[in-house]
């Protein structure tokens, strides 16, 4: 019975390799950039917190005096009449319903 002695080449090639790859040097990092200058900013600073008001409690008003108040001022229809001359000043009303056709104002797409 003979006994075979393991093949080193290949290990001894193996570690050769690794120590050939460990041994090379990494290039030299390339220089960084100049800082760049910051371009000019146009207007002035302004803070988001300037205008800030902390919360204060308002003064309270029992709901009895408060609904004979609304009564005085007209109701329910004296808040909508304020409601409709905002609308007419800023967007325009929407069409009355029953109008020729529902969907003019769309974009087609």
Not at 15 to 31: E, I, R
Not at 61 to 69: Q, S
Request: proline share 13%.
């Amino acid at each position: 019975m003979s006994q075979r002695i393991p093949a080193r080449g290949p290990a001894a090639l193996a570690a050769l390799l690794a120590l050939t790859v460990s041994a090379q040097t990494a290039p030299a990092p390339a220089p960084a950039p100049a800082p760049a200058t910051p371009a000019a900013v146009p207007g002035t600073y302004r803070s988001a917190l300037e205008d800030y008001q902390p919360y204060s409690e308002s003064k309270s008003v029992p709901w009895k005096e408060a609904n004979d108040n609304v009564g005085r001022i007209g109701g329910w229809r004296a808040y909508a009449k304020e409601a409709a001359e905002g609308q007419a000043a800023g967007a325009p009303a929407p069409a009355a319903s029953g109008a020729a056709d529902p969907h003019a104002g769309h974009g087609k797409h």
